[in-house]
């Protein structure tokens, strides 16, 4: 299964590393799912990352983040998007994670913006919060056993 996981989920997964985004981090690190992304998304991820007002919060030691970002680098499906989308009008940088899914053939979308979970599906691209992919895990899981 291969899903996109917006930046606003990776940095959350950095700031609090036993929330529902952390957990989804060590889920892909386990291997249970692939992730895509794009040079815009990773471009925005490392700018992100980069605030001040992030840097004071972030839940990791200084060689765990660098190893997340070096992991989410070779492990990374990275696709340049085929399109430009229009989708979300409100805030069009939202467009990148849509043209990121879309071209990676994502099932997912795993994100905590509201513009992109008002839309709750892109061209059968499912759109979840981080809670909401959990129990999708959970119950693809305990239908396996």
């Given amino acids: 299964m291969l899903i996109v996981l917006d930046t606003n989920v990776i940095i959350s997964a950095v700031l609090s590393p036993n929330g529902n985004s952390a957990r ?29 007002r992030v840097k004071k919060h972030i839940g990791l030691t200084t060689k765990d983040l660098e190893g997340l970002l070096k992991n989410l680098q070779l492990s990374t499906t990275f696709v340049e998007p085929e399109e430009f989308l229009d989708v979300i009008n409100e805030d069009p940088d ?13 099932s997912f979308i795993v994100t905590g913006d509201d513009h992109l979970l008002e839309l ?11 809670a909401q992919f959990l129990t999708f895990l959970e119950l693809g899981k305990k239908k396996n056993e």
């Fill in 24 to 52: 989804i981090v060590r889920r892909w690190e386990a291997g249970e799912f692939e992730i895509a992304s794009s040079p815009t998304l990773l471009k925005e991820l490392e700018k992100a990352l980069a605030y001040d």
């Fill in 94 to 106: 939202d467009n990148h994670v849509i043209e990121c899914a879309a071209t990676a053939k994502a």
């Fill in 120 to 130: 709750k599906e892109y061209q059968g691209i499912v759109i979840l919060t981080p």
